[in-house]
């Protein structure tokens, strides 16, 4: 699965007094990005949970930031699944500013598969030739 | 019911580059404001959610915006229920800075009441001694 | 000036645990209605930060919610300019489920423009062609 | 310099649709429990970036997620500076649920000093005695 990209317009609400956006909002367009990684492979992740019940859950973030997202600015985010088995997943991201191209931050989040009583469960096999990385 | 107040000191997070609060951020510091209300007189909000499993929904929102809060303030909001019946709730709001006390916004919402699906429903009489407003 | 549309995803990060849009997050988009509504004029609200340092500054929101927004929905932000002078400018909202078409929440927002201290200002001329209603 | 503990109350806005806290917001937490830290070193983060000047920049975050948190909990950040020079910061936290005392997440930041330009700074020496750690 090569790497996909989504991307999005930096909101006001995003920014803080900085005059950048705060980085805890990085983690949201993480998310952004691997919802989409999701859908780019033929399914959404809104189906796994009210479907079959099972969620990804965030066990692990790490993000680093060399440049700052400013206001109204133009935003890739380039998503890839690095690992995956039944149990886990975990997903590496570049954000960038679209034009000029240029790197913002990146990072990488690791996750669980967890049911509806939000103890370990196993992604289904039927979606296992969508979303396990050979 | 006297009017309930519940201080918060102002997050870098909830400021924008504008140099002050964000404006939807008052939205939750009256969240803030009628759950500390609830729990003034005496139960948690939360446990009419699971226990009753019954959910205070936001029909509608009013804000008055006078002065803007600042990052790192302290600020008051002061939280009055307005009108209540078994089925709605209307909460007034003064969200003040503490010191020099000075009126930063005033607003109102209304509630209903609903059940697990989503459904309008009645507050348990239990509670009306507490929450209903004479 | 007819009204402007614009169309967002629904986030996970924009839902609570009643399993529907966090009602705040409404203004989020009405904002970003708002902007996309300024750059179909033909110029950046961002600019006229930068540029003519003048603020857009929220002093009245208001929101009538019909129906939830949840995650992963696509959302319309309908947005006309209701009223402005060089002094003030009022907007009005819908947001709508994309499809099928539903209402779920309509709003109003009124704003006065500041300059770099934060002090009440005007719209410079030149933009009054472009964004004062006849 | 021991550990700092502050107290906070997890917000309904905080919780998603997994019915607990929005894994974004323990960033936010992080940044609660740092400018607490400082202030227990004696003086206000914020006079730093407005009387000196100077800003807290976030260069790289990191968390484990080991227990959710949930909606009127209250959880306990304990923070600690882990490392610094002149150049930079480096903290380390525990974000615990208060009673039962249970660890559900840490993490760490490491931050550089920017002056208003945004660019690599120092932090004034008057300061050095309270922020640096021997």
């Known amino acids: 699965m090569p790497k996909h990209e989504t991307r999005l317009r930096v909101r006001y609400a995003e920014t803080d007094q900085m005059g950048v956006v705060y980085h805890a909002n990085y983690l949201v367009w993480m998310e952004i990005g691997r919802v989409e990684y999701v859908r780019s492979c033929g399914f959404n992740y809104k189906d796994l949970e009210t479907l079959e019940g ?26 890839e699944m690095v690992r995956s088995n039944p149990r886990m997943v975990e997903f590496g991201y570049e954000i960038r500013h679209a034009e000029p191209d240029r790197l913002l931050a990146s990072g990488s989040t690791r996750h669980i598969w967890l049911n509806r009583n939000m103890r370990p469960s196993r992604l289904p096999e039927k979606y296992h030739d969508f979303l396990l990385r050979a």
Chains 1, 2, 3, 4 share one sequence.
């Open 54 to 79: 099972i969620l990804l859950s965030v066990v692990d973030v790490q993000c680093r930031y060399l440049y700052p997202a400013r206001y109204d600015e133009e935003v890739v985010v380039r998503t």
